[in-house]
């Protein structure tokens, strides 16, 4: 069977619109992914019973699979609800239903990057600013988080990297991301081999733009520090 250029070509325009989905939605959930994460990550480190839930969270979000908790999310609050979504956001409700469930999965995940990434810095630094009269907050906020940061570029950068190849299982709720576009264009022409090999290349071109980004800021920080 010969390899069909004019389709791969044909069909780079559908899979581009896909994978510009697939970017803005894990850019998105790992934005969100990061302000969750970094509040799981702060309650973890408290010793009140909000640490409970924060760990319970955590470990409940990286011990079950992403397609369940898209389920979850894509199925289980129309039922909670009636069995409707409102009429305003029903065209949108898989976007917004795979937002979410990335987004809390990203979040238990970023908690233990942040949580390590804290962790890491000299205890000293704390109690340096507590005896100059910084508040807990105030130390957290300006001295440990700021360091904090330059052990999490590289972990957060992988994450990024993971959860973009983990939003093909969005697919599975019929949003039309990368992975979703390819199914319909094999179901148009009956070619999967070369439409998955262009959305694999489509993924590797942006898994390795993104790993190169995150190489370029770590060194800055390491010149920085």
């Known amino acids: 069977m010969d390899f069909r250029w004019d389709l791969v070509i044909s069909s780079v325009p559908l899979l581009l619109q896909g994978a510009w989905l697939t970017i803005k939605l894990t850019t998105i959930a790992v934005f969100f ?9 702060l309650l973890r480190l408290t010793k009140g019973p909000f640490r409970y839930l ?8 990286r ?52 949580r390590a990434g804290i962790q890491a810095v000299e205890k000293g630094q704390s109690e340096a600013a507590l005896s100059l009269g910084l ?5 957290m906020r300006h001295i440990i988080l700021p360091q ?9 950068g992988n994450e990024f990297i993971a959860l973009l190849k983990d939003s093909s299982l969005v697919s599975a709720i019929a949003l039309e991301e990368l992975v979703r576009k390819g199914q319909i264009i094999v179901g148009r022409t009956f070619r999967p081999f070369e439409v998955y ?6 993924y590797l071109i942006m898994t390795v733009t993104i790993s190169r980004i995150v190489s370029i800021l770590e060194r800055r920080l390491r010149v920085g520090e």
Do not use: K
């Not at 508040?135 to 130390?139: G, S």
């Not at 090999?197 to 489509?202: M, N, R, T, Y």
């Open 63 to 114: 011990g079950t699979p992403l397609l369940v908790q898209i389920f979850i999310i894509y199925y289980g609050i129309p039922s909670i609800t009636g069995g409707q979504i409102s009429p305003s956001i029903v065209d949108i409700w898989p976007f917004i239903a795979a937002v979410i469930a990335l987004s809390i999965n990203s979040g238990a995940y970023v908690a233990e990057i942040v």
């Open 148 to 156: 904090a940061f330059r052990h999490i570029v590289p972990p957060l």
């Open 135 to 139: 508040t807990p907050a105030e130390t």
């Open 33 to 41: 992914g990061i302000i969750l994460g970094t509040l799981a990550a």
């Open 197 to 202: 090999f262009v959305v694999a290349i489509l």
């Open 54 to 61: 924060a760990s319970i969270y955590v470990d409940f979000m």
